[in-house]
Protein backbone atom coordinates (compact mmCIF):
# COMPACT_ATOMS: atom_id res chain seq x y z
CA UNK A 1 0.00 0.00 0.00
CA UNK A 2 1.91 3.18 -0.96
CA UNK A 3 1.14 6.18 1.43
CA UNK A 4 3.34 9.02 2.16
CA UNK A 5 5.09 10.52 4.78
CA UNK A 6 2.67 13.27 5.39
CA UNK A 7 -0.10 11.05 4.70
CA UNK A 8 0.88 8.70 7.70
CA UNK A 9 1.38 11.61 10.26
CA UNK A 10 -2.01 12.20 9.26
CA UNK A 11 -3.42 8.59 9.38
CA UNK A 12 -1.77 8.66 12.81
CA UNK A 13 -2.98 11.94 14.41
CA UNK A 14 -6.72 10.85 13.23
CA UNK A 15 -6.21 7.25 15.32
CA UNK A 16 -5.01 9.26 18.26
CA UNK A 17 -7.98 11.08 18.14
CA UNK A 18 -10.92 9.73 16.75
CA UNK A 19 -11.83 11.81 14.36
CA UNK A 20 -10.54 15.48 13.00
CA UNK A 21 -11.84 18.51 11.46
CA UNK A 22 -9.76 19.82 8.91
CA UNK A 23 -8.79 23.03 10.37
CA UNK A 24 -7.69 20.52 13.58
CA UNK A 25 -5.25 18.70 10.80
CA UNK A 26 -3.53 21.69 9.61
CA UNK A 27 -3.25 23.00 13.13
CA UNK A 28 -1.50 19.91 14.14
CA UNK A 29 0.78 19.26 10.58
CA UNK A 30 0.32 22.62 8.38
CA UNK A 31 0.68 26.34 8.57
CA UNK A 32 -2.52 28.61 9.38
CA UNK A 33 -2.82 28.78 5.74
CA UNK A 34 -2.73 25.63 4.64
CA UNK A 35 -6.27 24.91 5.21
CA UNK A 36 -6.89 24.52 1.68
CA UNK A 37 -4.57 22.39 0.85
CA UNK A 38 -4.75 20.22 3.44
CA UNK A 39 -8.84 19.99 2.45
CA UNK A 40 -7.75 18.92 -0.87
CA UNK A 41 -5.35 16.15 0.49
CA UNK A 42 -7.45 14.80 3.24
CA UNK A 43 -10.44 14.17 0.58
CA UNK A 44 -7.83 12.71 -1.79
CA UNK A 45 -6.82 10.05 1.38
CA UNK A 46 -10.68 9.10 1.73
CA UNK A 47 -11.13 8.41 -2.56
CA UNK A 48 -8.41 6.29 -1.74
CA UNK A 49 -10.86 4.65 1.40
CA UNK A 50 -7.54 6.00 3.84
CA UNK A 51 -9.83 7.74 5.91
CA UNK A 52 -13.54 8.15 5.79
CA UNK A 53 -15.67 11.31 6.12
CA UNK A 54 -19.07 10.68 7.79
CA UNK A 55 -22.35 12.09 6.93
CA UNK A 56 -23.42 15.27 9.09
CA UNK A 57 -26.72 15.38 10.58
CA UNK A 58 -26.70 19.03 11.30
CA UNK A 59 -25.45 22.04 8.47
CA UNK A 60 -23.61 23.47 11.25
CA UNK A 61 -21.65 20.70 11.87
CA UNK A 62 -17.72 20.86 9.95
CA UNK A 63 -17.09 18.23 8.13
CA UNK A 64 -14.66 15.41 9.95
CA UNK A 65 -12.50 12.65 8.94
CA UNK A 66 -11.86 9.34 10.55
CA UNK A 67 -10.09 6.38 9.58
CA UNK A 68 -11.03 4.29 6.95
CA UNK A 69 -10.31 0.32 6.63
CA UNK A 70 -7.11 0.81 4.32
CA UNK A 71 -5.73 3.83 6.92
CA UNK A 72 -6.52 1.06 9.58
CA UNK A 73 -4.97 -2.10 7.80
CA UNK A 74 -1.78 0.57 6.87
CA UNK A 75 -1.44 1.65 10.95
CA UNK A 76 -1.68 -2.42 12.06
CA UNK A 77 1.04 -3.18 9.70
CA UNK A 78 3.48 -0.64 10.75
CA UNK A 79 2.35 -0.92 14.60
CA UNK A 80 1.83 -3.72 16.73
CA UNK A 81 0.22 -1.52 19.37
CA UNK A 82 -2.88 0.00 17.22
CA UNK A 83 -6.43 -1.54 18.80
CA UNK A 84 -8.45 -2.76 16.01
CA UNK A 85 -11.23 -0.33 15.52
CA UNK A 86 -13.32 0.26 12.05
CA UNK A 87 -15.85 3.06 12.38
CA UNK A 88 -19.14 2.78 10.96
CA UNK A 89 -18.42 4.32 6.89
CA UNK A 90 -22.86 4.58 6.57
CA UNK A 91 -24.22 6.15 9.79
CA UNK A 92 -24.03 9.65 10.67
CA UNK A 93 -22.44 10.62 13.64
CA UNK A 94 -24.85 12.57 16.05
CA UNK A 95 -24.43 16.37 16.16
CA UNK A 96 -23.93 16.50 20.33
CA UNK A 97 -21.31 13.57 20.08
CA UNK A 98 -19.55 15.03 17.24
CA UNK A 99 -19.39 18.30 18.67
CA UNK A 100 -18.10 17.22 22.29
CA UNK A 101 -15.61 15.12 20.20
CA UNK A 102 -14.03 18.32 18.22
CA UNK A 103 -14.11 20.55 21.69
CA UNK A 104 -12.21 17.82 23.13
CA UNK A 105 -9.77 17.28 20.51
CA UNK A 106 -9.05 21.36 20.68
CA UNK A 107 -7.84 20.81 24.15
CA UNK A 108 -5.59 17.69 23.44
CA UNK A 109 -3.86 19.73 20.48
CA UNK A 110 -3.00 22.46 22.51
CA UNK A 111 -1.66 19.73 24.78
CA UNK A 112 0.76 18.34 22.52
CA UNK A 113 1.18 22.11 21.21
CA UNK A 114 2.24 23.18 24.65
CA UNK A 115 5.70 22.28 24.04
CA UNK A 116 5.84 25.22 21.47
CA UNK A 117 5.84 27.93 24.11
CA UNK A 118 7.37 26.05 27.19
CA UNK A 119 10.06 23.85 26.02
CA UNK A 120 10.46 22.16 29.45
CA UNK A 121 7.11 21.03 28.83
CA UNK A 122 7.22 17.42 27.33
CA UNK A 123 4.01 15.03 26.50
CA UNK A 124 5.01 11.79 28.11
CA UNK A 125 1.50 10.39 26.86
CA UNK A 126 -1.95 11.46 25.51
CA UNK A 127 -5.12 9.21 25.50
CA UNK A 128 -7.98 9.89 24.46
CA UNK A 129 -11.55 8.92 25.31
CA UNK A 130 -12.14 6.32 22.79
CA UNK A 131 -8.92 4.57 23.66
CA UNK A 132 -9.49 4.57 27.16
CA UNK A 133 -12.66 2.83 27.07
CA UNK A 134 -11.02 -0.14 25.89
CA UNK A 135 -8.97 -0.11 29.59
CA UNK A 136 -11.64 1.39 31.47
CA UNK A 137 -15.14 0.23 32.50
CA UNK A 138 -16.48 2.46 35.51
CA UNK A 139 -15.19 5.83 34.27
CA UNK A 140 -13.46 7.27 31.36
CA UNK A 141 -12.47 10.95 31.06
CA UNK A 142 -12.44 12.59 27.77
CA UNK A 143 -8.47 12.85 27.57
CA UNK A 144 -5.89 12.04 29.84
CA UNK A 145 -2.44 13.44 29.30
CA UNK A 146 0.82 12.83 31.51
CA UNK A 147 3.38 15.94 31.02
CA UNK A 148 6.80 15.95 32.09
CA UNK A 149 7.99 19.25 33.54
CA UNK A 150 11.90 20.14 33.26
CA UNK A 151 12.68 16.37 32.86
CA UNK A 152 11.63 15.20 36.11
CA UNK A 153 8.57 16.55 37.22
CA UNK A 154 5.36 14.82 36.56
CA UNK A 155 2.03 16.36 36.20
CA UNK A 156 -0.98 14.61 34.94
CA UNK A 157 -4.32 16.31 33.67
CA UNK A 158 -7.75 14.21 33.52
CA UNK A 159 -9.50 16.25 31.08
CA UNK A 160 -13.44 16.82 31.31
CA UNK A 161 -14.93 18.51 28.43
CA UNK A 162 -18.27 19.88 29.62
CA UNK A 163 -21.17 21.13 26.77
CA UNK A 164 -23.64 21.90 29.89
CA UNK A 165 -25.96 18.81 29.08
CA UNK A 166 -25.74 17.73 33.06
CA UNK A 167 -27.85 18.95 35.40
CA UNK A 168 -26.44 18.54 39.01
CA UNK A 169 -27.66 15.40 40.51
CA UNK A 170 -26.15 13.80 37.22
CA UNK A 171 -22.95 15.72 37.56
CA UNK A 172 -22.97 15.03 40.84
CA UNK A 173 -22.52 11.25 40.32
CA UNK A 174 -19.77 12.11 38.24
CA UNK A 175 -17.86 13.54 41.15
CA UNK A 176 -18.45 10.05 42.89
CA UNK A 177 -17.50 8.03 40.64
CA UNK A 178 -14.29 10.19 39.98
CA UNK A 179 -13.38 10.18 43.29
CA UNK A 180 -13.88 6.29 43.89
CA UNK A 181 -11.75 5.09 40.73
CA UNK A 182 -8.78 8.49 42.28
CA UNK A 183 -9.07 6.83 45.53
CA UNK A 184 -9.20 2.94 44.50
CA UNK A 185 -8.10 2.56 40.94
CA UNK A 186 -6.43 5.22 39.35
CA UNK A 187 -2.54 4.76 40.79
CA UNK A 188 -2.99 1.11 39.81
CA UNK A 189 -4.45 2.48 35.90
CA UNK A 190 -2.12 4.96 35.20
CA UNK A 191 0.87 3.79 36.93
CA UNK A 192 1.47 7.78 39.05
CA UNK A 193 -0.45 9.45 41.73
CA UNK A 194 -0.41 12.40 39.92
CA UNK A 195 -3.93 13.69 38.93
CA UNK A 196 -5.54 16.84 38.48
CA UNK A 197 -9.04 16.93 37.34
CA UNK A 198 -10.17 20.00 34.78
CA UNK A 199 -13.51 20.57 33.94
CA UNK A 200 -13.21 22.86 30.84
CA UNK A 201 -16.57 24.15 29.67
CA UNK A 202 -17.77 25.76 26.72
CA UNK A 203 -20.35 27.53 28.15
CA UNK A 204 -20.59 30.84 29.74
CA UNK A 205 -19.49 31.31 33.35
CA UNK A 206 -22.64 30.39 35.30
CA UNK A 207 -22.04 27.19 34.19
CA UNK A 208 -18.38 26.91 35.22
CA UNK A 209 -19.55 28.07 38.43
CA UNK A 210 -22.52 25.65 39.09
CA UNK A 211 -20.12 23.16 38.39
CA UNK A 212 -17.65 24.15 41.27
CA UNK A 213 -20.48 24.31 43.68
CA UNK A 214 -22.01 21.08 42.99
CA UNK A 215 -18.67 19.83 43.28
CA UNK A 216 -17.98 21.33 46.39
CA UNK A 217 -21.28 19.78 47.78
CA UNK A 218 -20.10 16.43 46.74
CA UNK A 219 -17.41 17.11 48.33
CA UNK A 220 -18.75 17.88 51.89
CA UNK A 221 -21.96 15.32 51.62
CA UNK A 222 -19.37 12.82 51.12
CA UNK A 223 -16.75 13.32 53.84
CA UNK A 224 -14.18 13.62 51.25
CA UNK A 225 -13.14 18.14 51.38
CA UNK A 226 -9.72 16.50 51.44
CA UNK A 227 -9.79 15.84 47.51
CA UNK A 228 -10.58 19.65 47.06
CA UNK A 229 -7.30 19.95 45.47
CA UNK A 230 -8.11 17.51 42.97
CA UNK A 231 -10.68 19.77 40.69
CA UNK A 232 -10.26 22.64 38.47
CA UNK A 233 -12.66 24.20 36.23
CA UNK A 234 -12.46 27.40 33.69
CA UNK A 235 -14.24 27.81 30.48
CA UNK A 236 -12.94 27.92 27.12
CA UNK A 237 -13.78 29.12 23.71
CA UNK A 238 -15.03 26.99 20.62
CA UNK A 239 -12.78 26.61 18.72
CA UNK A 240 -8.82 26.46 18.69
CA UNK A 241 -7.43 26.69 22.34
CA UNK A 242 -4.56 28.68 23.15
CA UNK A 243 -1.80 26.45 25.13
CA UNK A 244 -0.72 28.71 27.32
CA UNK A 245 -3.79 30.35 28.73
CA UNK A 246 -5.07 26.98 28.93
CA UNK A 247 -2.51 25.03 30.96
CA UNK A 248 -0.10 28.05 32.87
CA UNK A 249 -2.03 31.10 33.04
CA UNK A 250 -4.33 31.02 36.18
CA UNK A 251 -7.62 30.94 34.72
CA UNK A 252 -8.74 27.77 37.18
CA UNK A 253 -10.66 27.55 40.30
CA UNK A 254 -10.64 24.90 42.53
CA UNK A 255 -13.48 23.82 45.41
CA UNK A 256 -13.72 25.52 48.33
CA UNK A 257 -11.02 28.41 47.10
CA UNK A 258 -11.04 31.69 45.86
CA UNK A 259 -7.89 32.66 43.99
CA UNK A 260 -7.29 31.32 40.67
CA UNK A 261 -4.66 28.76 39.63
CA UNK A 262 -2.86 27.57 36.42
CA UNK A 263 -3.21 24.07 35.93
CA UNK A 264 0.77 23.42 35.56
CA UNK A 265 3.01 25.17 38.39
CA UNK A 266 0.48 25.92 40.48
Known amino acids: MKVSPKEEAILKSIYTHYLLTVEQVTRLHYSAGSVRYVSALLKAMAEKNLLIRPARDHVSLPYVYMLGKLGMKYLREIREDIISFYPSEHKALSW ?7 ATNDVLIAALKL ?14 DWLLRTELKTV ?17 IWLEVDRGTEKEKTFRRKIAVILEFIRYHY ?4 GTPSVTVAFATTERQRRC ?13 TFNREYDDVFRFATIP ?7 E ?16 ALIGN
Open 246 to 261: FFLVSIWKAPFRDEHL
Open 187 to 190: VETF
Open 209 to 221: DAMRVWTEKELSA
Open 115 to 128: TLVAPYIEVIELKH
Open 140 to 156: VPDGWVNFLLNGHTQVC
Open 96 to 102: SYVRHII
Open 238 to 244: TGAVEPN
